[in-house]
């Protein structure tokens, strides 16, 4: 058996403000920073020795997944960061307000966009280029993504970098987002598309799934404080 532990970022501001993010970098919350403290104690009393640690390129993320590896006393793990694991790109949804964006465009088409696995945000008119994306192509650079398509950027990685060290008996930290967590829970656990929408992932709850040899899933538990 193998364990692959999933987590959710700690509180963002973005989560503060209730606004839409995606691909744009924002801080912990001090709760947030709290919530990382408190998923590396839950995951350091669970005894997991991890091999490595996975990441996005967004600052959420790593700096939830820096949090956890000083409570496991684990800095010296190799982490990977990659744009693979970022967030789903809200397109021109990115830093609204969500209760605004029900007052603007329905609650129904706002639901629709948040929950859909293939409904696509409106787009920005052009790509916002970063520095940290400088060493890819510039076509890996979204300008709106449903969930299908942050999936579909996603399982590369997945393929050819988790699922070889799982498969040699190597525990796997995934410290990611959201909508790109769900899609992986989506793939793992074989949810139908139309049942994603039922998928929630909370800031910073560790989900530890046990793996068999053929990674299928013989346990799965969240960590909690309860």
């Known amino acids: 058996m193998v364990q692959l532990v999933l987590v959710r970022h700690g509180e963002s501001t973005a989560n503060f403000d209730n606004t839409y993010t995606g691909w744009s970098d924002v801080e912990l919350t ?4 709290e919530q990382a403290h408190t998923a590396g104690r839950l ?3 669970s005894h997991i ?6 990441t996005s390129m967004l600052r959420r993320a790593i700096m939830t997944a820096y949090i956890i590896q000083d409570e496991l006393h684990a ?8 744009w693979r694991l970022n967030e789903r790109h809200y397109g021109a949804l990115r830093g609204l307000n969500k209760d605004k964006t029900r007052t603007l465009f329905g609650p129904q088409q706002v639901a629709q966009w948040r929950r859909s696995y293939t409904a696509e945000p409106p787009h920005l008119a052009r790509a916002h280029h970063q520095r940290r994306y400088a060493a890819w192509p510039t076509s890996i650079i979204p300008t709106g993504e449903s969930l299908a398509d942050a999936s579909a950027r996603l399982l590369p990685y997945w393929n050819d970098h988790v699922v070889p060290a799982l498969r040699a008996d190597h525990n796997q930290l995934i410290v ?13 656990e074989g949810i139908a598309d139309a049942d994603i929408d039922g998928v929630e992932v909370g800031n910073a709850a560790p989900i530890v799934y046990t793996l068999d040899e053929r990674l299928a899933i013989a346990d799965k538990t969240i960590l909690t404080t309860e």
Not at 30 to 33: A, I, K, L, S, V
Not at 49 to 54: E, L, N
Not at 179 to 185: G, K, N, Q, V, Y
């Open 30 to 33: 001090d709760h947030g920073r």
């Open 49 to 54: 020795d991890f091999d490595a640690v996975h």
């Open 43 to 45: 995951i350091a009393a």
């Open 75 to 82: 800095n010296w793990l190799p982490i990977t960061k990659s």
């Open 176 to 188: 990611a987002h959201g909508s790109t967590l769900r899609a992986l829970i989506k793939h793992l």
